[in-house]
């Protein structure tokens, strides 16, 4: 074997470590790049969203018990459509929100929050209609005695904010896991090929 030859090997082989650790590279920084772009991508906004609703909800409890209080007409219809404008920016941010259903998890918290705001619906137009006639008492007590079924809405909507922050934490461990590995397994592989090149390198200049 010429002098010529055994450089190629030699060069080859560098080459070829070079090439198998940059594709490696390339694919974990994909990786961490996939992990930690869903907590920007996916959870900020699914959490943002679902913060959105509880804010319009919370505005459609205060305007419910402004409306038991209230007996001029015209202040009632303000209430009334301030009411449908929160609810129906509710139903734009939930429209929004189907964009961001990561699994089946977050699609079954989503359908249980469409529940419990149907059931928050009926009650709050109850109350209307026995404030519009006068029974602010009964709207009242009937407000009370369901309130239950307020608190659950509310608390559907904070289980499903605190289960998208799960996710959000679970991609950034994974991320850290995955930059980890990657360093120990690039550490490897240099010193794979540095010990690869010298073997060959050893044995060329014995010959």
Same mark, same amino acid.
């Given at each position: 074997?010429?002098?010529?030859?055994?450089?190629?090997?030699?060069?080859?082989?560098?080459?070829?470590?070079?090439?198998?650790?940059?594709?490696?590279?390339?694919?974990?920084?994909?990786?961490?790049?996939?992990?930690?772009?869903?907590?920007?991508?996916?959870?900020?906004?699914?959490?943002?969203?679902?913060?959105?609703?509880?804010?319009?909800?919370?505005?459609?409890?205060?305007?419910?018990?402004?409306?038991?209080?209230?007996?001029?007409?015209?202040?009632?219809?303000?209430?009334?459509?301030?009411?449908?404008?929160?609810?129906?920016?509710?139903?734009?941010?939930?429209?929004?929100?189907?964009?961001?259903?990561?699994?089946?998890?977050?699609?079954?918290?989503?359908?249980?929050?469409?529940?419990?705001?149907?059931?928050?619906?009926?009650? %709050?137009? /109850?109350?209307?209609?026995?404030? %519009?006639?006068?029974?602010?008492?009964?709207?009242?007590?009937?407000?009370?005695?369901?309130? /239950?079924?307020?608190?659950?809405?509310?608390?559907?909507?904070?289980?499903?904010?605190?289960?998208?922050?799960?996710?959000?934490?679970?991609?950034?461990?994974?991320?850290?896991?995955?930059?980890?590995?990657?360093?120990?397994?690039?550490?490897?592989?240099?010193?794979?090929?540095?010990?690869?090149?010298?073997?060959?390198?050893?044995?060329?200049?014995? /010959?």
């Amino acid at each position: 074997m010429t002098v010529v030859q055994r450089l190629l090997i030699l060069i080859g082989s560098a080459i070829l470590g070079l090439v198998g650790l940059a594709g490696f590279n390339y694919v974990q920084i994909n990786k961490v790049y996939t992990a930690t772009n869903f907590n920007s991508v996916n959870t900020l906004p699914s959490v943002l969203l679902l913060n959105d609703i509880t804010a319009e909800l919370s505005e459609i409890r205060a305007s419910i018990w402004k409306h038991l209080t209230e007996t001029d007409d015209t202040a009632l219809s303000t209430i009334e459509q301030k009411i449908d404008n929160n609810r129906a920016s509710i139903d734009k941010l939930l429209k929004k929100y189907e964009q961001f259903l990561a699994d089946d998890e977050d699609k079954k918290l989503f359908q249980e929050d469409l529940s419990h705001l149907a059931e928050y619906d009926s009650l %709050r137009l /109850k109350a209307r209609d026995l404030s %519009r006639l006068n029974k602010k008492a009964e709207a009242r007590d009937f407000i009370g005695n369901n309130q /239950k079924q307020i608190d659950d809405l509310f608390a559907a909507f904070k289980e499903h904010s605190e289960y998208n922050s799960r996710l959000g934490d679970k991609s950034s461990a994974e991320a850290i896991s995955i930059q980890s590995s990657a360093l120990t397994i690039s550490i490897l592989i240099t010193l794979f090929t540095i010990g690869l090149i010298s073997t060959i390198g050893f044995f060329m200049t014995r /010959k």
